[in-house]
């Protein structure tokens, strides 16, 4: 993130010229320490957490070995050999399928009829109190509802991310289109544009910067809610690894399925961060 | 022999009134004029005597209270790409380089791919911006992006050029280029220009004719043919008379309401 926030001024100027060797010396040394302060940091917390969990003595919480030794069965197997040893592929897909399903389905969604709301008054008047009626409900609310309607599997759980990301993804376009200056609209409709191709050509792109922001909080949501989400009854998935450690009393399953989500969650977002600056390398406030 | 040359805008009893609260404002008292093919038309006046909402309806972007706009015979309902307008805050598509904002209109026409390019690589070499073709309006300075604005609308065929303080935010030294430029490109296109400013130095030196306006309600307070050969020097005595005479005439009309501020 910050190796990118001080290369911006360049990126801005951009005339063609070679940067000095000097500078680009020091934007590696940039680089080198915004690494290591970034990786150093967790494993700072890690000591601090090894040194707890021995001067307390507790038994209660896994030391960072034990979770380093479940972590390896749960990967590769051969330690433990029982129903989780190196079975981390299948949750992790199984997982994904649910929080993707329930992301693209909530993007699919919630982006056009953001872009329709944003643009057709009459429809903000008709859909805008439901919606910041519905949106305060908490998704762990709708559990109960969601086994009823979807019963016990994946598509409950794929119903609470969807609901989770939903309304991030919708308030965020309903926001992007409300805040196009309304000169782009008059500078389109002069050059001969109207009616759907307002919304391909200028409505939609004008908002990509502020849809990549929803897209990206309901992203984090849904990676959240899967835990939620997979406490539905279903065998597999991450969540269901952590419901299942908790019944069978083994935190340092708990703490591997919770590291397993954190690493999936921000590998994942880095994707998307690399796909919207890709996409928005016009913005200038958007190389975030 | 003026009678000759075609009526290109005309602009007959236009009104206009905006609801403000629960009060109106006359923007606009009764316009009536008619700007030939061709002419490069200045309306000049000071901020609030209604140039810019004039000029807005003879884009289609706000309808007229009453009266009509016609352009080439025809009533103006609605924006259309004979009327390109060039805003003084460039609204330039962001996420567009130079090259497909030049190529928006064309594109819009559904013209083919290879036909799009050409248009806009001819216009951008019109507004002499091969080296920034491919960059994005956020890359470019003022002037560049004033200079887009004016080839994206002169791609898409405009032969009326609605220009509203387009050099208003630009620095001194841009400014001057931007107006020789201007003045090269309407020379080589003759298309039809309106151009809204407020300063007087500005009108001067571009219009071959001046409409002077006045606030409150806006109405058009006197036409003036400006003869100067071009390119027009600044400094000539023929050039100055214009300047006081069109100074002369903005003023005059601000006189009676400084005498109704109270004296304190």
Known sequence: MSEQATALPDATQSMPEAPSAARRRGRIAERVRSIALGVGFPLVLILLWDRAVAITGTRLVPSPREVAVMMYDFSFGGVYDDAFSATILTHIWKSMTRVYGGFFLAALIGIPLGLMIGRIRILRQLLDPTINLLRPIPVTAWLPLSMIFFGLGPNAAIFLVFLGAFYPILLNTIFGVRSVDVRLFEAAAMLGCSGSAMFREVVFPASLPAIFNGLRIAHGFAWILIVVGEMTGVPTGLGSVIMDGRTLSRTDLVVTGMIVIGVCGFVTDRIIVLISNRLLRWSPQHHA | ?264
């Open chain 2, 1 to 264: 022999m003026p009678s000759l040359k075609r009526p290109h805008v005309v602009i007959r009893g236009v009104t206009k009134r905006f609801q403000v609260g629960d009060g109106e404002v006359e923007a606009l008292g009764r316009i009536e004029a008619t700007i030939e093919g061709g002419a490069f038309v200045c309306l000049i006046g000071a901020s609030g005597c209604g140039k810019s909402t004039l000029l807005r309806i003879v884009a289609g972007f706000e309808e007229p209270t009453t009266g009509e706009v016609l352009v080439d015979g025809k009533p103006v309902s609605a924006p259309g790409s004979d009327r390109g307008m060039v805003f003084q805050d460039y609204a330039l598509f962001p996420w567009m380089t130079v090259r497909q904002n030049i190529g928006f209109g064309p594109r819009q026409r559904q013209l083919p791919r290879k036909e799009v390019d050409e248009i806009a690589d001819e216009f951008v070499k019109l507004v002499g911006l091969e080296q920034a073709a491919n960059r994005y309006p956020s890359q470019l300075s003022g002037g560049m992006k004033q200079r887009v604005a004016i080839a994206r609308v002169l791609a898409n065929h405009a032969n009326i050029l609605l220009m509203d303080e387009p050099f208003g935010a630009l620095d001194a030294l841009t400014r001057e280029q931007l107006q020789r430029e201007l003045l090269q490109i309407w020379a080589r296109t003759r298309v039809t220009v309106i151009f809204v400013t407020h300063s007087v130095e500005e009108a001067a030196l571009l219009a071959d004719r001046l409409l002077v306006m006045s606030a409150g309600p806006g109405r058009i307070v006197a036409d003036i043919a400006v003869d100067l050969p071009r390119p027009r020097d600044v400094s000539s005595p023929e050039f100055n008379a214009v300047r006081r005479e069109l100074a002369r005439r903005l003023t005059s009309h601000m006189a009676p309401a400084r005498a109704l501020e109270p004296v304190s």
